[in-house]
């Protein structure tokens, strides 16, 4: 089946920082979305970017489709950014990767 | 407030007994999904339902029970869990399946198994 790496696998910001997360994937996809779980467990759409540039305040995507990878662009971090982000594919269905654990300190 | 409303938020049940999660969404979606997450995991996908029938079941233990009793709802049966099935259990729903539209995940079922 397909593989999707995420990297880095944790990520420790100072408040304010930027920070961009990483997204490859093994094979062709219909669909990718990015995601944010936050401490509580709420898993919050961020993207659905399965090729092509968005953005969306301080967050933004891009999905490079040819090459297999996307990043997720985090600009002045803060401690509510704090939580786990997931990329997710979906060549037949979806498929998550490892996550990156973000912590971004006050 | 997320589309897809999942109830209980928390369920804490012996290994002898019966229970179900529920999952609603009214936004017209087709395919509806239970995930399971363990602690520290990724979301790993349990079940698809499309247009109100089992298209995809990834090998779960017959403990396990889904049923789609219409468009707009989604349950899990539970019965004689081990207390590994402790996990959060995630619905979410799509348009259709394989129609290149995002999944809408709920927030969740916390489950604990004594």
């Known amino acids: 089946g397909i593989q999707v790496e995420q990297s880095p696998p944790d990520l420790i910001l100072q408040e304010g920082a930027n920070s961009t997360l990483r997204c490859n994937f093994s094979?062709?996809?219909?669909?990718l979305q990015w995601f944010h779980q936050n401490p509580w467990g709420q898993l919050i759409n961020l993207f659905y970017?399965?090729?092509g540039t968005k953005q969306n305040g301080r967050l933004s995507a891009t999905t490079v489709a040819t090459e297999r990878y996307s990043l997720l662009y985090i600009s002045s971090s803060q401690t509510t950014d704090s939580g786990v982000y997931f990329c997710?594919?979906?060549?037949?269905?979806?498929?998550f990767g490892a996550g990156t654990r973000l912590t971004v300190k006050p | 407030d997320t589309e897809v409303t999942q109830t209980p938020k928390h369920l804490v049940m012996g290994m002898t007994n019966k229970k179900s999660l529920k999952c609603e969404q009214h936004m017209g979606h087709r395919a509806m999904y239970w995930y399971k997450q363990k602690a520290k995991k990724p979301p790993e996908l349990m079940f698809v339902?499309?247009?109100?029938?089992?298209?995809i079941n990834e090998s779960v233990p017959s403990r396990f029970s889904p049923e789609c009793p219409n468009s707009s709802l989604l349950n899990l049966h539970l019965h004689a869990l081990q207390p590994e099935d402790s996990a959060l259990y995630l619905c979410?729903?799509?348009?259709?399946?394989?129609?290149?539209?995002?999944?809408?995940f709920g927030d969740g079922t916390r489950l604990s198994i004594l």
């Open positions: 970017i399965p090729s």
């Open positions: 979410a729903s799509s348009y259709r399946e394989y129609s290149n539209q995002p999944q809408h």
């Open positions: 997710a594919v979906e060549p037949n269905d979806m498929r």
């Open positions: 094979d062709s996809v219909n669909n």
């Open positions: 339902y499309s247009y109100e029938k089992l298209s």
